[in-house]
């Protein structure tokens, strides 16, 4: 990293084959996620994490990452840092989901309450659909990803 505060840019898609044997494998087939992330050399550090935050989801679901069919379902949201990153605080933290794949999305309520993030997505009549999440929380010095993740939990 050079020594001035310079602006990056990332992308990375990762896909996992349907695999046999186990029905928690046909789930979240495909995730892309892209980092936008300010950052600068530290000289007093042997080794510095990169500033890149990994979303998390807080999801109520079986074994087999599937939700019971309800609205007003609840997903926190949180972050972690690269190794050795410590994320900001969030100060934004979107959540869309989607029944075909990515083409038409449903923008979920997100609330924030004591420095905890939730998204609110409401699945009644949705039986049997497949959910594929896009999420973009941002934090406090601006870094930000978008992750979408392509069947993320089914509705039972």
């Known amino acids: 990293m ?3 505060r310079t602006e990056y840019y990332s992308a990375g898609d990762a896909a996992r084959e349907r695999m ?3 029905k928690v ?7 892309n996620s892209v980092w936008e992330f300010t950052s600068k050399l530290d000289e007093s550090v ?4 990169i500033p890149i935050l990994f979303p998390r989801y807080d999801l109520p679901e079986d074994g087999l990452k599937a939700l019971a069919v309800t609205d007003g379902r609840h997903i926190g949201r949180t972050v972690t ?8 605080t969030l100060t934004s933290a979107r959540l869309s989901y989607s029944y075909d794949g990515g083409t038409t999305w449903t923008e979920a309520r997100v609330s924030q309450q004591g420095g905890r993030w939730t998204a ?14 896009e999420t973009e929380p941002t934090d ?8 979408t ?8």
Do not use: F, I
């Not at 609110?120 to 999440?133: D, P, R, Y």
């Not at 406090?140 to 992750?147: E, F, I, L, M, N």
């Open 25 to 31: 494998w046909a789930r979240s087939t495909s995730v």
């Open 149 to 156: 993740v392509v069947r993320a939990y089914d509705v039972r």
């Open 46 to 49: 042997y080794s510095q994490g």
């Open 140 to 147: 406090a010095r601006g870094d930000s990803v978008t992750q």
């Open 120 to 133: 609110t997505a409401n699945h009644a009549g949705a039986t049997g659909e497949q959910v594929t999440l």
């Open 2 to 4: 050079p020594g001035t």
């Open 20 to 22: 046999t044997g186990s």
């Open 81 to 88: 840092g690269h190794a050795g990153h410590t994320p900001a």
